[in-house]
């Protein structure tokens, strides 16, 4: 059961700048951004820093979230791999993100040793339906570009109903520890000005 020492649910801007260790306990970095596949609802992957000096020059590194396991109290991700294995890893320039698809964040997950979400869905859809839902599923993956936006881009944006009127405004993104899905989302409404507005927990 969850409480407070043990959270099921942490806001993503919790989890931004959290710092990232190997089971030797070496420093690799933090977690520089939650990039959210708007299509799924849950981390397509977090933007890890490694390198530099005193943040001067670093590279950002596509990790998959099954890949890391929060140390609550020491504010801390355990990543389970060698630190050579990053130093080899094909990382990006912080002002240069790559046009991610899930082609690119495929090779990212295997680089890793870990299976893609959408294709592990696949399979679940296989068992659950058969063989026509996996491919109607694997369809509809590839006939539309999957989404990824970052947590920070996604807080702020407003919300509104189907007929355009505004009901208030995205506050954060609660993810899921277990399975990196997103939880809910906060969303502010009433108050004027933000003032006196309440959050509502919205899938």
Known sequence: MAHRDNPEFL????????KVVNTA??????????MIDVDDGRIAYA?????????????????????L????????????????????AEGFDKDNWPAADREWLS??????????YWQRRAEEQTEIRGEVGAERLSRESASENPIFL????????????????????????MIDLQDGNVAYAAVSHGGILGIGSKLFAIP
Do not use: C
């Open 150 to 173: 970052s947590a920070d881009s996604i807080k702020g944006n407003k919300v509104v109903n189907r007929d355009g009127n505004d009901i208030g405004k995205i506050d954060e993104i």
């Open 107 to 116: 090779d990212t997950y295997t680089y890793y040793g870990y299976q893609p």
């Open 25 to 34: 306990g070496e420093d690799l970095g933090k977690i520089e951004e939650l």
């Open 69 to 88: 396991k929060l140390r609550l109290h020491e504010h801390t991700f355990l990543l389970d791999i060698p630190k050579e294995t990053l130093e080899r």
């Open 11 to 18: 806001s993503a801007s919790t989890i931004k700048g959290d």
């Open 47 to 67: 933007a890890l820093s490694f390198g530099g000096f005193l943040g001067m020059g670093n590279k950002l590194f596509a990790i998959p979230w099954q890949a």
